[in-house]
């Protein structure tokens, strides 16, 4: 057992102990730092020592539901990997839950496909003589399809959870899964009883971020059966994903939960994160701050939160490293300019233009970010593009097992996302598994040179070669624009946004996929503002760059700090009470200042430093001898 697990008690986790007592379902809502999932993990505990020889004699076991598997690693490490706790993150925990109901599943494809069809009706129903050809070409196309699939749709007995959608070959996507589970939840009395009965206590952590249906669903549950715990750790303010629910609605019966305290931040980072927060939702100002023990006695860490604002130019990289170098002499923390693990230093950017140069995957990069749709960019920065599942999920994680030798995985991942291990293709009465398996070895090695840093291959090439060979399932919309790819009629004129963007996406070098994939995994100081959730650093530097984020107009720093008007679209969603991007980069702002255990470094490049620096200064954001000039950073050298 360790970290978390045996911090001391708030009133809080007295609080929270009740409801687990009396079975009282609750929603704690608390701030940045102020021990939720530590809340959490000592419930999980607590309950274990309490009830856990019951319940365990029961077959029951407590759920608890994490944003990611970095969390749900975490949260394991701290009660010791018990199978009581099932730990994981909504889509795995859905589809064990729904897997059984395979007859419900297959109406509710059933009924998808239908939909799909009426919904191309629609459209055709709406082409004029000003629609493109190939738009009626491919509402056609799509539309032989979804027959196709109607008619042939009863010879389907079974469905797999994959990566990608396959009806016909009984393979289910994620997105079917967050769609279909949630439904057939509300709809299905039985599955609401065997949920609660299996886990009697049910948790849910970072619910800010977790999709409202999947919210909906569980409330359903709580309100029908009896003896049920519903649990939510979140905080609205830590909403940084577009799909996520924002504040659960605290039912009648249930308990808030507050924390006001912050045990993470030193003092000089909590101000500067509670004055963040007071322009947004107003929250009552978050206590205490990290304490350390010296001679006997616990004391508040000071730390250290400054900004540097910078001029914008092509010296972005130089200028970081100078504000790291200066931060290394005034803090006397050499550590500022390490790049190792070691040092507990992250560079947070929102766009990652440097870093896509630096680890060679600049052309994906620009694939999906310049002239790109708002939700193809920000599932690129977030790793969950589903254009890209194939390599995160299966090819890279594969041949990264095939290259180190370790073939127990490599055979996992191919039975787990090749169509020639599936069941039903080794039931085909001509399949020979060992002859598949040759097979296999000799694709295995094409693969990996196809994937070798000094390989010519492009993305369309090796997944051309994958699918040809029957060696993935790809998602409908991948698998469409490949084969359209080959036909070369991607170079119409007449292509949509995505339609653009995944034909870039095909021609990029295929190699730049492990350059985007060490970013995603954090191998360099850099790291996106949305992949940070939940996690602490000692020093983290915060790059504010409009520019570098420029392609997305979900997000504006110099807007949030007062630097520049809001936009038409801002004032109209002000004025109908909706979001504004405003609200949304004071969110992310907040989050990423709050990472910061000692201290914080925010560094704001833009075009007139001059006004910058008078508008950040009236924010009172920052204290004013913590507001820095280039000017300061460099009269220090
Ligand atoms: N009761 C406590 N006493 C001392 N330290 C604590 C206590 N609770 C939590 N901490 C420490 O405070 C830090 C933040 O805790 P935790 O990650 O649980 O907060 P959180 O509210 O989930 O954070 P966030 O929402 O910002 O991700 C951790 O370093 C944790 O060890």
Not at 502 to 519: M, T
Not at 570 to 585: C, I, K, L, P
């Amino acid at each position: 057992m360790s970290g978390r697990i045996n911090k001391p008690d708030t009133p809080a986790d007295k609080k929270l102990r009740n409801c687990l007592k009396t079975k009282t379902s609750f929603v704690m809502i608390a701030g940045a730092g102020s021990g939720k999932t530590t809340s959490l993990i000592k419930s999980l505990k607590y309950i274990e020592e309490t009830e856990g020889i019951n319940l365990r004699q029961e077959g029951k076991k407590i759920a608890c539901i994490t944003y990611t598997t970095a969390a749900e690693k975490e949260i394991l490490d701290d009660v010791g990997h018990d199978s009581f706790f099932h730990v994981s993150t909504i889509h795995s925990f859905l589809w064990e839950l729904i897997r059984p109901f395979q007859k419900d599943i297959k109406k509710w494809v059933s009924s998808k496909i239908d939909s799909k069809l009426e919904e191309l009706q629609e459209a055709r129903a709406k082409f004029s003589n000003r629609t493109w050809q190939s738009t009626r070409d491919n509402n056609k196309l799509e539309t032989a399809k979804y027959l196709h699939m109607k008619e042939n749709f009863h010879t389907v007995s079974e469905f797999q959870y994959e990566t990608g959608s396959k009806y016909l070959d009984g393979i289910l996507g994620h997105s079917d899964i967050i769609a279909m589970a949630p439904q057939m939840i509300i709809s299905n009395p039985l599955l609401q009883i065997i949920l609660s009965n299996k886990y009697p206590y049910f948790f849910i952590d970072e619910s800010q971020d977790t999709i409202p249906e999947f919210v909906k669903a569980m409330k359903v549950v709580q309100m029908n059966v009896k003896n049920f715990c519903l649990g939510f750790f979140g905080d609205p303010m830590q909403k940084i994903y577009h799909t996520g629910s924002g504040a659960i609605v605290i039912e009648t019966g249930w308990q808030e939960i507050r924390k006001p305290e912050n045990f993470r931040c030193s003092k000089n980072v909590l101000d500067v994160i509670n004055k963040i927060r007071a322009l947004g939702d107003g929250l009552k100002k978050q206590t205490g701050g990290r304490k350390m023990f010296v001679d006997g006695e616990w004391q508040l860490i000071n730390g250290s939160a400054q900004i540097f604002i910078l001029q914008a130019d092509e010296r972005h990289a130089e200028k970081i490293a100078l504000v790291r170098s200066y931060l290394a002499d005034q803090l006397k923390d050499p550590l500022w300019k390490s790049d190792k693990k070691e040092a507990d230093l992250k560079v947070l950017v929102i766009e990652h233009r440097i870093a896509a140069n630096r680890l060679k995957f600049a052309e994906l990069y620009s694939a999906f970010k310049d002239s790109s749709t708002d939700s193809l960019s920000m599932s690129f920065s977030e790793g969950t593009s589903w254009a890209l599942m194939p390599f995160l999920k299966y090819i890279l994680p594969l041949i990264n097992a095939y290259r180190n030798g370790e073939h127990f995985q490599v055979v996992n991942l191919l039975r787990q996302y090749c169509p020639l291990l599936q069941k039903s293709h080794l039931q085909l009465p001509e399949s020979e598994p060992s002859k598949i398996l040759n097979e296999l070895k000799v694709h295995l090695e094409i693969i990996n040179k196809l994937l070798k840093i000094e390989s010519p291959a492009t993305v369309e090439n090796l997944f051309s070669y994958l699918e040809s060979n029957n060696l993935i399932s790809f998602d409908d919309r991948i698998r469409t624009r490949l084969n359209k790819a080959s036909k070369g009629s991607l170079e119409d004129e007449d292509i949509s946004v995505t339609d653009q963007v995944i034909a870039n996406f095909f021609k990029c070098p295929v190699f730049q996929v492990w350059g985007y994939e060490r970013y995603l995994n954090e191998e360099s100081p850099y790291s996106t503002q949305h992949s940070i959730k939940g996690a602490e650093f000692n020093r983290v530097m915060v790059v504010l760059d409009d520019e570098e984020g420029r392609r997305s107009t979900s997000y504006s720093y110099e807007r949030l700090l007062g630097i520049k008007e809001l936009s038409d679209t801002d004032v109209t969603n002000a004025g109908n009470g909706r979001e504004t991007s405003q609200d949304r980069t004071r969110r992310l702002f907040y989050v990423c200042c709050s990472r910061a255990l000692t201290d914080l470094a925010v560094v704001l490049f833009t075009n007139d430093p001059r006004s910058a620096k008078k508008a950040v200064t009236e924010t009172g954001i920052f204290k004013k001898n913590s507001i820095k000039i280039e000017l300061d950073i460099s009269n220090e050298k």
